[in-house]
Structure formats: structure tokens, C-alpha cells
């Protein structure tokens, strides 16, 4: 029942874009997303609440399909420092109890 | 604003030994704490919930009386790992959140180690 992302990992030369996709098998209350580096603890990026609205602050995105009960996130001219694996955590019953999706491990090369 | 901390960064202890790890929000009141363990190259899995002055609610799997939860505080929650074996060791992390809002915010983690 976790959700699915993907792709697993992606690299990227700086500049590049990336799209994550975040897949779950229940309809979805809220989608929440992180971004993790090594040993350090998820920090967070936004939350897509349930009616389908898009969200952005400058180079990144995202858009929540509640039909396809889907989430991706956008990142566009991607920086050194996008680096890191990116979890969704997805809110099923309005309850802000998340299960995190499989990680999308994204690595910007120079 | 909105700053998670937790105690210790990271802790090392013999098999069998009993650890208590403290998440603390430092600027705000957290009406919900989650406490969350994290394997190797894996995702967060959530072991429970807790609410200020109630029981926390643990998720299937995750033993309560091993996982001892305790919210006393609108600041503060503790989670102990009671007769820690090596299968216990991982990254612990809680996050926060107030009432009327969405956003949970993590603490930066605790790294257990069990040997």
C-alpha cells in the first residue's frame, strides 16, 4: 500500500529538468512532499491539498490529479543542491498520518 | 519559525539496554507528534502518533510496550526503545504539528545504534 514513485533515480546534469511522479492505490486526502539528504531528516517542500490544485515556488512545482490519484513534482534548471531523495507522503484520511512513498533518488552532476 | 529538535543526534548502546530519545518543538505548540523509523537506503515508516495527554496510537506492527510513547507537553515527546536488540538500530525521527495546520515538521533525527 505504499505508494509507488518514480522513477526510482534519475541523474541529471545541472540545468536539467525533472519530473517525480508519486502513485497511490487509495484516493488521496493531501500529498505532501520532501526532499531528504544523507543521514539528515526529510525537509519539506509543500503540500497539494485534495481538489487538484498546483503549487510552485520558483523552480518547483507540482500538481496533484485526485482522479488518477497521483502527485509529481516538477523541477526545472535543476541546482547542485536539488540533489537528495525525494519522498511523497501521502494523507489518506484527512488525519495528517503520512506513509511515505518509495523514494526518488535524484543526483545533479555539475 | 516552526524548529523540531531532537535528543540525542545519535546514541550507541549494548544490547538489552533501554533508550530514550526527546522531540522537542522549540517554537511552537505541537498539538501532534509522529515518530517515524527509517532503515538504510528506505523510507520513513510512521511506528506512531501522539497526541498531548492522550495514548499515543501505534501503526500494525510497531510493539507498544517496546516503543514506549510519552506526549506530557505540548513541546515535548519522548519515545524510549525498551530492551533494545541490534534489529532495533535506525534512524529515529519525529515530526510536529499544531492544530489548523497541515505542514509537519521533522526533527533532524536521532541514529541508533545497538550493538
Known sequence: QQPVQSPQAVILREGEDAVINCSSSKALYSVHWYRQKHGEAPVFLMILLKGGEQKGHEKISASFNEKKQQSSLYLTASQLSYSGTYFCGTDWFGNEKLTFGTGTRLTIIP | ?115
Open chain 2, 1 to 115: 519559525g516552526a524548529v523540531v529538535s531532537q535528543h540525542p543526534s545519535w546514541v550507541i548502546c549494548k544490547s538489552g539496554t533501554s533508550v530514550k530519545i526527546e522531540c522537542r518543538s522549540l517554537d511552537f505548540q505541537a498539538t501532534t507528534m509522529f515518530w517515524y523509523r527509517q532503515f538504510p537506503k528506505q523510507s520513513l515508516m510512521l511506528m506512531a502518533t501522539s497526541n498531548e495527554g492522550s495514548k499515543a496510537t501505534y501503526e500494525q506492527g510497531v510493539e507498544k510496550d517496546k516503543f514506549l510513547i510519552n506526549h506530557a507537553s505540548l513541546t515535548l515527546s519522548t519515545l524510549t526503545v525498551t530492551s533494545a536488540h541490534p534489529e532495533d538500530s535506525s534512524f529515529y525521527i519525529c515530526s510536529a504539528r499544531t492544530s489548523g495546520v497541515n505542514e509537519q515538521f521533522f526533527g533532524p533525527g536521532t541514529r541508533l545504534t545497538v550493538l
